[in-house]
């Protein structure tokens, strides 16, 4: 029951982030973001990426909290279905970049 009532709860939210991601505009400061978008699933500060010489702006990724498409393993813990985010963004996230003064530089949005 409360796994049917998250995935309610984080589809619902995931909508309406979707819809409050166009409100966010290149130059708006990091906490108008949170004013309007709430608080990030995950945060990053300037950082190189995992296994590569690339840097990665500070950014702020919002996307869904649950991950049934990978909630299984073979290994232990055999079932999480939770998403996490270690080293970036997922590949649907909607990623908002940010320069090292907290202004928006970039938004990312999945199709």
């Known amino acids: 029951m409360f796994c ?17 991601i166009l ?5 708006d400061s990091q ?3 949170r004013k309007i978008m709430g608080e990030p699933n995950a945060s990053w500060d300037r950082q ?3 296994m590569s010489n690339e840097e990665m ?6 996307g869904k909290t649950m991950d049934w498409v990978n909630a299984f393993y073979s290994d232990f813990p055999f079932f999480c279905p939770f ?14 970049e ?3 003064n ?7 949005v999945p199709k």
């Open 98 to 100: 940010f320069d090292d």
């Open 83 to 96: 998403r996490i985010r270690l080293f970036g963004p997922g590949h649907d996230d909607m990623v908002v």
């Open 48 to 50: 190189k990426q995992f």
């Open 4 to 20: 049917l009532l998250g995935t309610v709860y984080d589809t619902w939210r995931f909508h309406r982030m979707q819809q409050r």
């Open 23 to 27: 409100d966010v505009a290149v130059g």
């Open 102 to 108: 907290g202004i928006v530089t970039g938004i990312r």
């Open 31 to 33: 906490n108008h973001v």
């Open 57 to 62: 702006s500070p950014s702020f990724a919002y």
